[in-house]
């Protein structure tokens, strides 16, 4: 088992990564009633197996919507029902995803009461699955089976070991097909002598009918075989047809339309099912009843946040990388200036999940003009450091928690509005805090609202909103939703001076799973040119690779135009992700060195560097001055011509 710790690594989870051979497991299986996920052993970790628990239960229901799920604990040692780390690993979180508690019993005479008492510690009134040691045949395995429905345990099962009545089952499946629960009508058996035998009244659907299973066995599981008499609640069934399910025999009955209905029937060959008709009254006999609805059971967000990671796994097992045009605004307004300057920068952008992003800028605009210069502005973009941990995506440390925040509307879809809030453990870091909007008709992620909390340094505040819309599915089927449109603001406070940032990121023309992708990633064009940063830590602290490309035959691709260049001078650098998946903005740096040190590295020789960028191409790069703007960095290059592009190391991504 592969247990991811942070988001990247996280987004990047399969069936068959997380468990080997799940995923053609999975497809073997498809349309399966039950999926049964086996925890023998709690020994280890507890996080990393509710994880496991949490994910392949929604790998399992993206495959199979309708099919039900259930964890299954196996009984200690030591003695208890339920071993002790059960409880921490099935927290509120963890039980949305299954819809079955399930126990493997070392005893069969358990009884089921003190099985329901045990599980209702762990998870008050879910369903039960219950597994038994081995039982002498199907009789005994029925009878165990009617015995645990009156404490909800609509499934059990058990080896046999006389398996030559497995047909007596085989008939009682198809009695009790479709939509089948326990009916609280009364019934009763009892033998000439007055002795009661276990049964079980179901209903199945809408039909006022239903089924009437005799095991053939008393309260206490021992077998009774004779003559019985079977009596029922009321005169408002036509007909009764019995079924021998050992012999497969059938028999229909006429049933007075007054009085209590008794039948007289035999045990002789082991258990009966009953399979009722109900009378169709007349109009002028039919009971007239008004209801009420005085209360709507509505989810809880426990269960909204397990169908949305349904959705979300349903998703990502349709495509795994994607290009687009990247096309990145900023607007900075200076506090005490009365205009705004605004470079926006269009380019192709490149994402595989689980590995990161790739863009190159190719063309830039000031104040809506296209740039012609030979070089683009200097901006000083700082940035506060980078958020690792990011809401909905089910990872191994769990750093967020949620609450139901009420309803509201992201593009016109109606969705539940969940607020986030850092766990324990996370509020001293850089993280998040705000809301995500999941659509209520699929439970799809709509929009993310976020702010950043603990800044330091010079950014005073970093808010974001993104946005999500459709591209078209590489199967063919219904199109898959990604993030493609993020609006955010930072206040910055530099120079004395407060300076608003707002920041528009536009995904277009997105292609998932495009048969070029490696060609065109490996092929930028001749005029595109590189530039990689590596940061380590926060803005103010963190340090990035000294890199840039120039223009030289000698460069290991075709002819580059030349790019920014760099000093030799330490720089300190944030990273943050140009894409709209991404909470974190574009990457800058800033440069803080002496001028002494300036004056040093602007009369020393030029020297070739030769740098990797991070996709594993090296590029030759050659010092320049350092006239080189300090606390500034340059996105781009002359419009046409020129481009910059720029590499990161695999960072986070929200919403994908």
Request: hydrophobic letters at 35%.
């Amino acid at each position: 088992m592969i247990v991811p710790e942070n988001a990247r690594e996280a987004e990047a989870v399969t069936a068959d990564s997380l468990v080997p051979g799940l995923g053609a497991l999975l497809g073997a299986a498809q349309g399966a009633d039950l999926f049964v996920l086996s925890l023998p052993d709690l020994s280890g970790e507890i996080r990393s197996r509710r994880y496991l628990l949490m994910k392949a239960a929604a790998i399992v229901r993206s495959r199979s919507p309708s099919s039900r799920i259930a964890v299954l604990f196996h009984q200690p040692a030591g003695g208890g029902l339920f071993p002790p780390g059960a409880k921490e690993l099935l927290s509120e979180e963890a039980a949305a995803f299954v819809d079955l508690l399930g126990l493997d019993l070392d005893d069969v005479t358990t009884t089921p009461e003190t099985v329901r008492e045990a599980a209702d510690g762990l998870s008050f009134a879910r369903p039960l699955l219950v597994t038994a040691p081995e039982v002498p045949g199907a009789v005994a395995l029925l009878d165990l089976a009617a015995r645990f429905s009156g404490v909800d345990a609509p499934v059990v099962a058990a080896p046999l070991t006389d398996p030559a009545g497995v047909p007596l089952l085989d008939r009682l499946g198809p009695l009790l097909s479709g939509d089948v629960n326990r009916d609280g009508r009364s019934a009763s058996a009892r033998t000439p002598e007055g002795k009661t035998l276990s049964v079980v009244r179901l209903a199945k659907g809408t039909d006022l009918g239903g089924v009437v299973l005799v095991t053939g066995a008393d309260a206490s599981g021992l077998e009774a075989r004779g003559p019985i008499v079977l009596e029922l609640d009321s005169p408002s069934y036509a007909t009764a047809e019995v079924f021998e399910l050992a012999t497969g025999r059938s028999r229909s009955f006429d049933l007075p339309k007054s009085g209590t209905p008794r039948l007289s029937l035999t045990t002789a060959n082991g258990p009966l099912a009953v399979v009722l008709t109900a009378r169709e009254k007349a109009p002028a006999e039919a009971t007239r009843a008004a209801t009420d609805v005085s209360a709507v059971r509505g989810l809880t967000v426990e269960e909204i946040l397990a169908k949305h990671q349904v959705w979300r796994a349903g998703r990502d097992a349709r495509w795994t990388r994607f290009t687009a045009t990247n096309r990145t605004s900023y607007r900075f307004r200076l506090e005490g200036f009365p205009t705004s300057f605004e470079l926006t920068f269009e380019g192709p952008f490149f994402y595989e999940r689980g590995k990161g992003f790739d863009w190159a800028w190719q063309t830039s605009y000031v104040n809506g003009v296209r740039w012609k210069g030979k070089k683009a502005p200097e901006l000083p973009l700082l940035q506060p450091e980078k958020v690792s941990e990011l809401p909905l995506n089910l990872t191994f440390n769990e750093a967020y928690r949620y609450e139901l925040d009420g309803d509201g509307e992201a593009g016109g879809i109606p969705c539940w509005v969940v607020r986030f809030e850092p766990s324990e453990g996370f509020k001293a870091k850089a993280i998040n805090a705000g809301k995500v909007y999941i659509a209520k008709s699929d439970f799809s992620l709509r929009r993310v609202v976020a702010r950043q909390l603990n800044l330091t340094g010079e950014v005073q505040s970093v808010d974001e909103t993104t946005d999500f819309a459709e591209a078209a599915a590489p199967d063919g089927g219904p199109p898959l939703l990604l993030p493609t449109t993020t609006r955010g603001q930072s206040i910055l406070r530099t120079f004395s001076r407060t300076t608003t940032l707002e920041r528009t990121t536009e995904l277009l023309e997105v292609r998932l799973d495009p048969a070029d992708y490696d060609s065109r990633r490996a092929a930028p064009s001749r005029a595109t040119r590189s530039w990689s940063a590596t940061p380590t830590r926060a803005c103010g602290t963190s340090r990035s690779r000294r890199t840039a490309s120039a223009s030289s035959s000698r460069t290991t691709r075709p002819r580059a135009s030349s790019a920014s260049a760099a000093s030799s001078t330490r720089r300190r650098s944030t990273t943050r992700s140009p894409s709209s998946a991404s909470t974190t903005s574009t990457s800058t740096s800033r440069r803080r060195a002496s001028s002494s040190r300036a004056s040093s590295a602007g009369r020393s020789s030029p020297a070739r560097t030769a740098t990797r960028t991070s996709s594993g191409r090296t590029s030759t790069s050659a010092p320049t001055s350092s006239r080189t703007s300090s606390a500034a960095t340059t996105p781009s290059g002359p419009t046409g011509k020129r481009s910059t592009r720029r590499r990161l190391r695999p960072g986070p991504s929200r919403g994908t």
